[in-house]
């Protein structure tokens, strides 16, 4: 089985400009995650997507961030305008439903420096 | 508030020892779920291991175990005869099932250097 695909594997950008970060779930998984992890952090959640409907948004920066996953499928999150603070992995990862029973299956990240 | 707890920053051991990664977590509910996941040098997160807050058995996979202790609030994790391959970022994370979501918190991560 295919895994999580996530583009691109790396993206340096200059403050105040926009990015935007792709991702393509395990073919048949309804919920999808997009983490943020910062150098020598945990991953932190930013939005779940349950289907196309988001069931978490809660620490998702709104002022800048914003994501979306049309179709229930496929996803992608923006940043605009970047900060110096968003330089860290941007994790997609994806689970048959929102219980956590079968462990959620992440892609390889995007690693974000914003100079 | 939930809280997942790795004290141990950098751990550091030669090949064939065994080496246990503590993990601590906080939590008001009863129902819960316990995580371990690994964080090789690629980059990707793999899953480890799932428990829930009702099943108390320790668990072995090879050369890996983990000791879930309700009454410590502890879930650590045991590599038996380490090698080069363990070496990695491993990470534990708490599921709170009484957000809609089931919101995952991770802790901080532990990294595991496996000389030869």
């Known amino acids: 089985e295919a895994g999580v695909a996530q583009s691109p594997r790396y993206k340096i950008i200059e403050k105040r400009q926009s990015v935007a970060f792709w991702c393509n779930p395990i073919s048949g998984h309804a919920t999808l995650y997009w983490y943020q992890q910062i150098l020598g952090q945990g991953p932190k959640l930013l939005i779940q997507?349950?289907?196309?409907?988001?069931?978490?948004d809660s620490q998702l920066p709104k002022d800048r961030f914003s994501a979306e996953r049309l179709k229930g499928v496929d996803s992608t999150l923006k940043i605009q305008p970047a900060k110096l603070e968003d330089s860290a992995v941007y994790l997609c990862?994806?689970?048959?439903?929102?219980?956590?029973?079968?462990?959620?299956?992440f892609g390889s990240g995007t690693r974000l420096t914003v100079v | 508030a939930q809280k997942v707890t790795q004290a141990q920053t950098e751990i550091s051991v030669v090949e064939k020892e065994d080496v246990t990664l503590d993990c601590v977590y906080e939590t008001r509910d009863t129902t819960y779920y316990l995580f371990w996941y690994k964080q090789p040098p690629s980059g990707e997160l793999v899953f480890l291991i799932r428990?829930?807050?009702?099943?108390?058995q320790n668990e072995i996979s090879g050369r890996y175990s983990w000791n879930f202790q309700k009454s410590t609030s502890s879930f650590n994790f045991t590599i038996t005869a380490s090698q080069v391959v363990d070496s990695a970022v491993y990470f534990c994370a708490l599921s709170d099932p009484n957000t809609g979501g089931f919101k995952t918190i991770f802790g901080a991560g532990t990294r595991l250097f496996v000389k030869a």
């Open positions: 428990r829930n807050s009702f099943d108390e």
């Open positions: 997507f349950q289907n196309n409907g988001v069931v978490d």
């Open positions: 990862a994806s689970s048959l439903d929102r219980t956590p029973n079968y462990g959620y299956t």
